[in-house]
């Protein structure tokens, strides 16, 4: 369910894309290949914040030992 998810919002996301770069004047495949390159830039901006998120969930999770003091 979830990658046939993935895989509507990716195509959506390439048929936007290649619409502008074809109204923009592009041959059909130049367009086809700018709108998957555009595409790729929001993946990889949400790929980029899911691994900052995982980073400081996982720094302020572990736990540290107590500082050792002296007696």
């Avoid at 895989?7 to 086809?32: K, N, P, W």
């Avoid at 790729?40 to 720094?59: K, S």
Wanted: charge should be positive.
């Amino acid at each position: 369910m979830r990658a046939m998810l993935v895989a509507a919002v990716a195509s959506a996301l390439i048929t936007e894309f290649a619409a502008s770069a074809a109204r923009s004047g592009a041959t059909a495949s130049d367009s086809y290949l700018q709108g998957f390159v555009s595409s790729m830039w929001p993946i990889a901006g949400m790929a980029l914040a899911g691994v900052v998120m995982a980073v400081l969930m996982f720094r302020f999770s572990v736990r540290r030992t107590p500082e050792l003091t002296e007696v």
